[in-house]
C-alpha cells in the first residue's frame, strides 16, 4: 500500500475560535485554539501534554467534528492523507476514529452502561467483545446492568475507555482516561492502549500526568495557550532539560515531583487575551524583542519539532 | 460629525448597542400600555352610550370593531374594557408579587419549621385547580371588584415566592453574608442591605410576568360571571355577552375584543421578557 | 438492592400520601370558611321562588341545615358528614351533590383525558421537532405560535372555535353533550365524540404549548449534554440519537408534567364546559358559585383537589418506578456528576 508511510492523522495549523456575546452584548470571536500542529503516525502513541486550558479537549472535538456551532475552525486535518472535512467526519467518526471521554457525564445517566458500551450496533458479536472488554478492564458482568449513577468513579472510567476498545478504530483519542482509576487499573488501561498501538493504530493520549505519559508513549506534544510549542521524541523528555527545545517543556519538566518539583511562574493567559507574538513569551526567560514580533513557526530540530526563534 | 462617531462608538455589528436596543423596546412595550389606560379612563361613558340607530354595524371606518346589538361602539368597549383589565391586572399583581417576596425571603430565611408550613402552603394553594379558588373567593367577597383583587392576589404568588426562597438561599450561603453575620450586623440589618438588593430584578421581572396570568383570569372569572358587575364594559363580560349573538352572525363583537386581549397578553410578557435581559443577562440567552 | 429500593420509595410513597391527607383536610377547612363568609344568605337563595316564605319557615330551615350551630360544629357536622358519603343536596339541582358528581364527571373526564391526551401527543411531538431543529425557522415558528397560544383565553379561542366550526362551517353543534330530546342511553358514543369534538379541541390548544415548550427545553439540554456528543462521536445519526437518548430522557419529564397539569386542565375544562355548555363538573361548579348553590360548590371544590392531588401522586410514583436514579443510595460517593 502506497498510504503506508503516510501519517495516521496530521493536524496542520488548526486555529478554533467561538463567536460570543460578551456583557454589552458585543459579539466578539474568541480564539482559544492557534498555529497547532501534530503528527501521529500508526503504531504509535502520541501524549498530549499541558496544563488544562491549553486547549487539548478542543483538539478532540476539532478532529471528530464536534464543535459547536459557534465555533470557526481554520487549518487543515488529514487523515491518512486525505482531508478530514464534514462528510468525512461523519463517516469515520466511532468506526475508524473513536474518543475516550473524560468524564462520568458523557454516559446516559438512564440506560444501563452495558448496552452504552456496546453502542448502536446490536449483534451478538458486538456482545462478545463488549463481555472481553469488560472482563478485561475487571468489571463484572453485572457492571453491564448498572446505570451510570450506581458506578464508582473508577468503574464509570472503565467504562468510557471500553467504549473506544470494542470498536475497531484505527486511531483512538483518549481524553485524559487515567484520573479517578486507581494506578493498577490505569497501568493496564495504558497497556492496552500499547497493545493497540503494537497492532498499528494509532492513539492521542490527551494528559496531564506526563508521568504515565513517558511510560506508554512515543512522542510528546506539549501545547500552550492553545498551540503547539513542542513535539519531541519521548525519550528526549527522559534525559532532562538539556535535551528538551522549548523553554516552556523545560519549564514543565522542572514542575515534575521527582525533579525539582518547582512551578514556574505567572499564569498561562486566557483566550481572548493573548499576547502578541510568541504566546510563552510573558513567561520566558530568553524573552527577547524578536518574540513579540510573531509568534513563531514550527520548525524541525534535532529530531523533534519546535516553536521558537531561541532554541537550538 | 459627533453623531456618526457615536453610532460608530456603540457597537458596529448591530448599528446599535444591544442593551440600548432593549431599553428603547421596552419603553415603547410599556407606552403602548399606558396609553390604553390612559385612553380607557377618558372614553368613560362613550362606552356605554346605546344607540339603536347604529345597532349590530359590521366593522367599517367608522367603527372599526362594528356596534353591538344595543348600537354601542364596540371599539370604545375594547378599550374600556382592556383599560380596566390592565388596572386589575396591575393592582392585583402588584399584591401578589409583594406577598410573593415577603414569604419567600420568610422561607428563606426562618426557620426550617417556618420553610416547611409554607412549602406545604404553596402545596395547598396549587392543589386547587387556581380558577376553582378563584371561584371560592369571589363567591365569599360576594363577587365584584374586591373578590377578583383579593382571588388573584391570594393565587398567583406561589410561582415567585419559590423563585425568591431558592434566590435568597443562594444569596444566604454566600461569604459576605456569613461575615457580616458575624460582625454583628443584625438579620434586619441584612435583610436591607444584602438581601434586598438582590431580590428585587427577581420582583420587578416577576411583577410584570404575573400579569399575563392575572389578566387572562380576571378576564375567565368575569367571563363566568364572578368579576366585575355585568354594567362595566370588561372584556371578559364583553365576549360573555358576545356568546348569544354569535349565532346570528356577529363574529366581530367576539374577535376583536378577544384578540385585542390577547395582544395586551404578549405585549406585558415580552416586555417581561426584555426587563428580564436588562436585568439579568446572564439568565436570558435561550 | 432492589428489596432496598423498594422500600426507600414505599416510604416516600406513605409519607406523600400523609402530606395529601393533611392537604385534602386543609382545603376543606379553606373552602368551608370561604363558602360561610359570603355575604349571600343561603336560606334566601333556596326559598328564592317558593313563593312567600314566612320567618318561621326560614328559621326552620335554618335549623335543619344546622346553620345556627357555632361555625366549627357546623364544620365538624359537614366534614363527618362527607366522610360517611352524605355530601349534601344541591340547592340548584334538587339531588344529591355526590349523585350530581358522580354524574357529571363522566362527561368532564372524557373532555379531560381526550384533551389531555391529544395535547401531550401533539405537545410531545411538536417539542421534538423544536429541539432537534433547535435554532432553526421550524423551531421558531412552532416556538411563537406555543408562545402566542400561551396568551390567547381558553374561552376566547372556544368562542373563536364556536365560530369557525359551528357557526360557519357548521360542522358541529353548538352545546350540549348529547343531543336535545334523546334519553341519556339512547345517544350513541359517536354523538357523544361529535359533542365532545370542540371542547376537547379547545382545552388541547390551550395545554399543548405548555408540554411543547418544556419538552423542547428538555430535549435541548439532553442534545446539548456530553453523552449525546459521545454518542455522535461515535457515529449516530440524529434519528439513532433520539431513539437511543433523546425519548429515554424527554418523555418521562413530560409525562410527568402532564400528570401534575390535572389542576390547570380542570381550570380550563370550567371555560370550556362553560362556552359549550357541556354538562360536565365545570359548568355546574360555576352555576353553583352563581346561585350561591354551597353544597356543590364545596363537593366539586374538595372533589378537584382530590384529582389534582391524585395526578400530582401519579406523576410522583412514575418519576419513583420508572427513573432507576430514584429511591437508590448511591454506592460510591462521587458517581454522579461531580
Known amino acids: 500500500m502506497c498510504h503506508d508511510n503516510l501519517p495516521l492523522l496530521e493536524v496542520d495549523n488548526l486555529s478554533v475560535s467561538f463567536r460570543m456575546y460578551d456583557k454589552a452584548f458585543e459579539q466578539r470571536d474568541l480564539k482559544v485554539i492557534q498555529d497547532l500542529t501534530i503528527t501521529v503516525n500508526k503504531g504509535e502513541i502520541l501524549a498530549v501534554a499541558g496544563s488544562s486550558g491549553s486547549g487539548k479537549s478542543l483538539l478532540a472535538h476539532a478532529v471528530l467534528g464536534l464543535l459547536p456551532q459557534n465555533a470557526t475552525v481554520g487549518g487543515r486535518i488529514f487523515y491518512k492523507g486525505r482531508p478530514l472535512d464534514v462528510e468525512n467526519q461523519r463517516k469515520l467518526r466511532g468506526s475508524e476514529i473513536a474518543l475516550i471521554p473524560q468524564s462520568v457525564t458523557y454516559l446516559d445517566p438512564l440506560m444501563q452502561v452495558g448496552k452504552q458500551a456496546r453502542g448502536a450496533d446490536k449483534s451478538p458479536k458486538r456482545l462478545r467483545r ?183 | 460629525m459627533d453623531k456618526q462617531l457615536a453610532i460608530k462608538a456603540s457597537g458596529q455589528r448591530f448599528g446599535f448597542n444591544r442593551r440600548v436596543r432593549t431599553v428603547i423596546i421596552s419603553i415603547f412595550l410599556l407606552g403602548i400600555i399606558i396609553g390604553i389606560f390612559i385612553a380607557g379612563i377618558f372614553i368613560g361613558d362613550d362606552a356605554m352610550a346605546v344607540d339603536f340607530t347604529r345597532k349590530g354595524i359590521r366593522p367599517s371606518w367608522e367603527y372599526p370593531f362594528g356596534t353591538d346589538w344595543l348600537g354601542r361602539n364596540m371599539l370604545l368597549r375594547t378599550v374600556k374594557g382592556l383599560s380596566i383589565s390592565i388596572m386589575v391586572g396591575t393592582v392585583a399583581s402588584a399584591v401578589s408579587a409583594v406577598l410573593a417576596t415577603i414569604i419567600g425571603i420568610a422561607a428563606a430565611m426562618g426557620s426550617k419549621w417556618m420553610d416547611s408550613a409554607i412549602g406545604w402552603l404553596i402545596d395547598l394553594v396549587m392543589g386547587v385547580p387556581h380558577l376553582l379558588l378563584l371561584i371560592l373567593i369571589a363567591f365569599a367577597c360576594g363577587r365584584g371588584l374586591t373578590g377578583l383583587l383579593t382571588g388573584i392576589a391570594v393565587t398567583h404568588w406561589t410561582g415567585l415566592a419559590r423563585l425568591v426562597r431558592a434566590e435568597v438561599l443562594q444569596i444566604r450561603s454566600q461569604q459576605y453574608i456569613t461575615i457580616s453575620r458575624r460582625l454583628g450586623k443584625s438579620t434586619g440589618w441584612i435583610l436591607l442591605h444584602h438581601i434586598l438588593p438582590h431580590v428585587l430584578p427577581q420582583f420587578v421581572v416577576g411583577l410584570v410576568l404575573l400579569f399575563p396570568h392575572a389578566i387572562l383570569h380576571e378576564s375567565s372569572l368575569s367571563f363566568l360571571g364572578y368579576g366585575l358587575p355585568p354594567e362595566q364594559p370588561a372584556i371578559g363580560i364583553i365576549l360573555a355577552e358576545s356568546m348569544k349573538y354569535l349565532t346570528g352572525g356577529m363574529w366581530w363583537l367576539a374577535f376583536f375584543p378577544g384578540i385585542t386581549l390577547v395582544l395586551i397578553v404578549i405585549l406585558f410578557d415580552k416586555l417581561g421578557e426584555n426587563l428580564k435581559t436588562l436585568l439579568d443577562p446572564y439568565s436570558a440567552h435561550e | 438492592m432492589k428489596r432496598k429500593r423498594l ?92 349523585y350530581i358528581i358522580a ?81 341519556d342511553s339512547d345517544v350513541s358514543i359517536w354523538q357523544r365524540l361529535y359533542h365532545l369534538a370542540l371542547p376537547a379541541l379547545t382545552l388541547s390548544f390551550i395545554s399543548f404549548a405548555n408540554v411543547a415548550m418544556h419538552t423542547r427545553q428538555k430535549l435541548v439540554d439532553v442534545l446539548e449534554s456530553d453523552y449525546v456528543l459521545f454518542a455522535r462521536a461515535r457515529g449516530e445519526d440524529t434519528w439513532t440519537i433520539m431513539k437511543r437518548h433523546g425519548f429515554r430522557n424527554t418523555l418521562l419529564p413530560a409525562i410527568t408534567l402532564q400528570f401534575a397539569s390535572f389542576a390547570e386542565l380542570f381550570g380550563g375544562s370550567v371555560l370550556a364546559e362553560n362556552v359549550f355548555s357541556y354538562p360536565g363538573l365545570g359548568s355546574a361548579v360555576s352555576a353553583a358559585g352563581l346561585n350561591s348553590d354551597v353544597p356543590l360548590l364545596l363537593g366539586i371544590t374538595l372533589f378537584s383537589a382530590l384529582f389534582v392531588f391524585s395526578g400530582n401522586f401519579i406523576a410522583n410514583i412514575i418519576y419513583g418506578v420508572v427513573d432507576p436514579r430514584i429511591g437508590e443510595e448511591r454506592p460510591h460517593g462521587q458517581a454522579i456528576g461531580d
Open chain 1, 130 to 312: 463488549q463481555r472481553e472488554v469488560f472482563q478485561r478492564l475487571n468489571l463484572t458482568r453485572q457492571t453491564e446492568k448498572l446505570y451510570p449513577f450506581q458506578l464508582s468513579g473508577g468503574m464509570a472510567r472503565r467504562v468510557l475507555f471500553s467504549t473506544a476498545i470494542i470498536t475497531d478504530a484505527e486511531l483512538v483519542i483518549a481524553d485524559e482516561p487515567t484520573p479517578g482509576m486507581h494506578l493498577d487499573q490505569a497501568l493496564e488501561a495504558l497497556s492496552i492502549l500499547r497493545e493497540l498501538a503494537d497492532k498499528g493504530k494509532g492513539i492521542i493520549l490527551i494528559t496531564h500526568d506526563i508521568d504515565l505519559a513517558l511510560q506508554f508513549a512515543d512522542k510528546i506534544a506539549v501545547f500552550y495557550a492553545g498551540t503547539t510549542v513542542e513535539e519531541l521524541p519521548v525519550a528526549d523528555f527522559a534525559k532532562g532539560p538539556g535535551a528538551l527545545r522549548h523553554p516552556y517543556s523545560k519549564a514543565l519538566w522542572h514542575a515534575l515531583p521527582q525533579n525539582d518539583f518547582m512551578p514556574i511562574e505567572g499564569f498561562q493567559p486566557y483566550a481572548g487575551d493573548l499576547p502578541e507574538g510568541c504566546l510563552f513569551a510573558p513567561r520566558c526567560p530568553l524573552k527577547t524583542s524578536e518574540c513579540e514580533a510573531e509568534n513563531p513557526p514550527m520548525r524541525k530540530l534535532r529530531g523533534g519539532k519546535v516553536r521558537c526563534v531561541h532554541a537550538s
Open chain 3, 7 to 98: 422500600i426507600n420509595i414505599s416510604k416516600a410513597i406513605g409519607k406523600y400520601l400523609f402530606r395529601v391527607l393533611t392537604l385534602l383536610l386543609a382545603t376543606s377547612v379553606v373552602a368551608f370558611v370561604l363558602a360561610s363568609l359570603s355575604p349571600i344568605d343561603p336560606v334566601q337563595q333556596y326559598v328564592m321562588g317558593a313563593g312567600a316564605v314566612s320567618m318561621e319557615q326560614r328559621e326552620a330551615i335554618s335549623e335543619y341545615w344546622g346553620l345556627n350551630a357555632p361555625p366549627t360544629e357546623r364544620y365538624l357536622n359537614w366534614l363527618s358528614a362527607i366522610l360517611r358519603g352524605d355530601m349534601g343536596v344541591s340547592i340548584l339541582y334538587r339531588q344529591p351533590v355526590a
Open chain 3, 103 to 183: 354524574d357529571r364527571f363522566i362527561n368532564t373526564f372524557a373532555l379531560m383525558m381526550t384533551s389531555w391526551i391529544l395535547s401531550g401527543i401533539i405537545g410531545f411531538t411538536l417539542g421534538c421537532i423544536m429541539g432537534i431543529w433547535r435554532g432553526k425557522w421550524v423551531d421558531s415558528i412552532i416556538k411563537r405560535v406555543c408562545l402566542v397560544l400561551c396568551s390567547v383565553p381558553t374561552f376566547w379561542l372556544g368562542l373563536v372555535f364556536l365560530l369557525i366550526f359551528s357557526v360557519w362551517l357548521g360542522w358541529f353543534p353548538i352545546g350540549f353533550s348529547s343531543p336535545i330530546g334523546i334519553a
